[in-house]
């Protein structure tokens, strides 16, 4: 019961907050690359997440989405030094 009202608690947070773009280096399957999504400044800072976008850092080959809970929709580049 706790569990479920802290969830609650912590997505009335979320979602109340300016969100913007984010990205963060990663590597995924032995490839080097980025994933961005447009999120809160709190959930970039929980996830260590850079205020930007992958284009920035010159990761321009989309490889993907995929929906984080409670949180947002991510795209994955790979990036051109790592192909």
Same mark, same amino acid.
């Given at each position: 019961? /706790? +569990?479920?009202?802290?969830? &609650? &608690?912590? /997505?009335?947070? %979320?979602?109340? #907050? *300016? !969100?913007? &773009?984010?990205?963060?280096? %990663?590597?995924?399957? @032995?490839?080097?690359? #980025?994933? +961005? @999504?447009?999120?809160? *400044? !709190?959930?970039?800072?929980? &996830?260590?997440? =850079?205020?930007?976008? #992958?284009?920035? %850092?010159?990761? /321009?080959?989309?490889?993907?989405?995929?929906?984080?809970?409670?949180? #947002? *929709? /991510? =795209?994955?580049?790979?990036?051109?030094?790592?192909?």
């Amino acid at each position: 019961m /706790i +569990e479920i009202l802290y969830n &609650l &608690l912590f /997505i009335f947070a %979320v979602f109340g #907050c *300016e !969100k913007h &773009l984010h990205y963060k280096m %990663v590597t995924v399957n @032995g490839e080097k690359g #980025c994933v +961005e @999504g447009v999120m809160s *400044e !709190k959930m970039a800072n929980q &996830l260590k997440a =850079t205020f930007g976008k #992958c284009k920035d %850092v010159n990761c /321009i080959y989309y490889r993907g989405k995929i929906k984080l809970p409670f949180c #947002c *929709e /991510i =795209t994955g580049y790979s990036c051109n030094e790592y192909i």
